[in-house]
């Protein structure tokens, strides 16, 4: 009655609703036992295992990459650290050497004289001798015989001159001698260098009001540094060494060690800087 | 060549002396170490190697330093005739004279320099921090000048070695 293909269509067809049916059916119930619970709990410890291996894996993956990630950052933020901190020293010595050239600066009002700006460059080689070299020669009108002075005082005088560079004798050299006043009593004397860094002001009358503490200037009469200018106080009187004249240890205000910046005073010398009698 | 290798390092000695050595704190005891050069040239150098080098390094301290125009090359004179003396007595490659001798030098340099002042009337006799410059001066030589002289002749060894690998051998292709 029917063909073969109908039959087989009809059946199909029928198959077809039956599925839909049961699916419906059972879709509508969670069960809790039985085969699917036993197959779960069969399976699920290591599933659990398993992803539990995963995970600790991602993570120590994850972890080491942001270590490597953290050390590399790390090493960055050292080396701009290490720039700040460069770059602060920088400034920090900007800085000091602004200040020190604004003192080079006021002290070159108090004169009518040209200053000449100079930097120490060398040293003398030896201890036994107290003398530097700077950048500035007779090219930048520098002389033999100007006076050189810092913002403390008297640094020395010019010795040598090339076309560039000059040699300084410092006032502590012991072949240096400047015309000093004691200020508070203007007993005149001569500051000779000696040779730890210190002076000896010489041929001071036994007369002379002369106290530890007072200070010594520049008496102008050398006519190498002008009058007035500070060149240190008196640290010791010895009274022994002559009936005629005392010996007396003068501290320099400048220290010696540490001279970077000193200006040359070109001459002729006129105006007394500061001279307060 | 040898004159030109002398000459350089006298130079870079009077640098490292005027401009090095005053920025590292504990090198501002160390004595003049030209005094250990002078010494090295007058342990193993002929005599008309040695003359010129002492002439020049002499002015150039001389020139260089506070100290009165002369006394650098009076003093290097010296050591030179220092040594040549000692060498006739003891052989120069021995340990104890090369350990002594810097320090021999040292004590020499400074009572030169001294002698010197004190002729010229500008120092008091011997004041503390003298002896304490002249004590320094002399264990940094007792402690370093073998060590240094040992160096000058090492350094002139490989000099020499170069100078005979690249000029010897340009020389004797060209020829």
Known sequence: MFSKKTVVIIGVFFLIIANILILSVISQRYPTSGPGGFTISLLAPFQEAIAGSSRFVKGLWRHYFNLVLVSEENDQLKKQLARAQEMKNGWVEARMANDRMRRLM?????????????????????????????????????????????????????????????????IVDQNSAVDALVQRTRARGLVKGEFADQCRLEFVLRKEDVQVGDAIVSSGLDN??????????IKEVAAETSEMFYTLTVVPHVDF???????????PMDVPPGDDK | ?????????????????????????????????????????????????????????????????GGPMG??????????LLTRGITRLINQDNLVLRFFIVGIGVVIQTGVYIGTTLLLGNA???????????????????????????????????WEVLLNTYFVRESAQGG
């Open chain 1, 106 to 170: 006021d002290i070159g009002r108090d004169f009518s004289q040209e200053l000449v700006y100079a930097e120490v460059i060398g040293r003398d080689p030896t201890a036994w001798f107290k003398t530097v070299i700077i950048n500035k020669g007779y090219k930048d009108s520098v002389a033999v015989g100007m006076p050189v002075l810092v913002p403390e005082g008297i640094v020395g005088q010019i010795v040598d001159v090339s076309g560039r560079y000059a040699k300084v004798l410092l």
């Open chain 1, 224 to 233: 190498v540094f002008p009058k007035g200018l500070p060149i240190g106080k």
């Open chain 2, 1 to 65: 060549m040898t004159y030109l290798f002398h000459i350089v390092v006298c130079l870079v000695l009077v640098i490292f002396q005027t401009a090095v050595k005053p920025q590292v704190l504990f090198l501002g005891g160390i004595y003049d170490v030209l005094t250990a050069y002078i010494i090295y040239l007058g342990l193993f150098h002929r005599v008309r190697e040695i003359l010129p080098i002492i002439l020049i390094s002499g002015v150039i301290m001389d020139t260089i330093s």
């Open chain 2, 124 to 158: 008091t006799l011997f004041p503390a921090p003298t002896l304490n410059v002249a004590l320094t001066q002399m264990l940094w030589a007792l402690g370093t000048g073998a060590i240094l002289v040992t160096f000058f002749r090492y350094i002139h060894g490989i």
């Open chain 2, 71 to 80: 006394l650098f090359l009076t003093t290097y004179l010296w050591l030179f």
């Open chain 1, 257 to 267: 060690e540490k001279l970077e910046e000193l200006l040359v005073l070109r001459t």
